[in-house]
DNA sequence: CGTTTATTTGACGCGGTTCAATCAGTGTGG
DNA sequence: CCACACTGATTGAACCGCGTCAAATAAACG
């Protein structure tokens, strides 16, 4: 349980950990607001969200299991943390996951490791939200969320999935409104790239067709 | 030398670095090369771009001194470096980096505060990209540069400051083209926001009406 | 079912792109 | 020292992708 981590960091987290469900919605912590615990995501998907004084609102990044949620060694977040699905979640006091760093040199490391994907990931996600069209990105959302949904596929197979956003939150990822990511949507749908069921299972009968309209 | 090291880190690198100076222009790494030495930046600015097939850019960020350049523990470069202004560097080959991280927990402590920091620009930069328009996010490059230029400084002051990028650069920082780059300066200067001496010389007469303007 | 909320669809306008021309700055050779 | 070319920046005009506003469906929920 609480996994990722290996036999002997999870021996002396445990006694710390506490598991947490948060239903999709909710807030898990505020931008700007101080950090009291960590938590490790362990079912659903969190999204990282940054605001503007007049409410216009950017996703920044999605959190999948096994991710760490919490800005490490800053006083207040700079994200706030949202639930976009029902969440399972393992949660550390600060302290205990602090001083657990400062003691295990592999623990910093791996969590080192983490935060360089996730830069990467947002680095990429730049060029995205920078230099793509509307259907770009809205393919590039979609080959996003199929690869988290059951790793290691094979690259032109066909795959099927439950968007766990709002199209009003992948309109805030994408840097989008609500009816062009409806009309992309329905846009991909009538080329037959994408079959829909319902408003977020999402049939893809070829990946790589999906892939090559993500830019 | 070499600076923003402690003296201790220090001495256990001056073995293995080498100065060098890049002119402006010149590419550091290529985007997907293999990363075999490291650099610190000692002066200049270096800009990490990433390209899509059709030749579109994207600038993901800026490093200035004393940042350390190159992906730390992964095989290729996600992106491509490349002097934006003339740089000094201070070049560390791959293994002494990696080892002295590898037998120093606090040196891995302060590339990870500096990972986050620059996960935490890039986070800001998404807002930018996908949320502002193109007088705020020109506002919001401006204000950038500005602190970085001579940190620091009060809060209302004035402000001088040499840009250091092209207007090409500059779009492609903010998902742009040059015409608009252009423009909306043009439109800032026309407003009393700033002034111009030349193209890249720019006087801010009241920082704070800059930051009101960058959303 | 009726009500509420999420999504889709339609019509229209605008901000930013595109294409094209002009202007400014910087070397370069006659 | 001045024409000339060359590169970077500005300016102009026309276009279009996406946003805005409004209405119609569809889905979720009591």
Redesign the pocket.
Known sequence: MCGALTPEELTRLAAHTRKSHVDAGNELAGEATPVDSYANVMKGVVKLTKGLDDGRQQVVGLQFAPDLLGRLFAREHPTSAEAATDVELCVVPRPALEQLIATTPAMEHRLMQQALRELDDARDWMVTLGRK???EKIATFLVLIADHSQPGHASGAARSFELPL???DIADFL?????????Q??RLRGLGVIH?S???QVDVPDMDRLRAMAG
Do not use: D, K
């Open positions: 069209t509307a259907t709002s199209r009003s840097g989008l409104t609500i009816e062009t990511v409806s009309r949507i329905t829909l319902g408003t977020r």
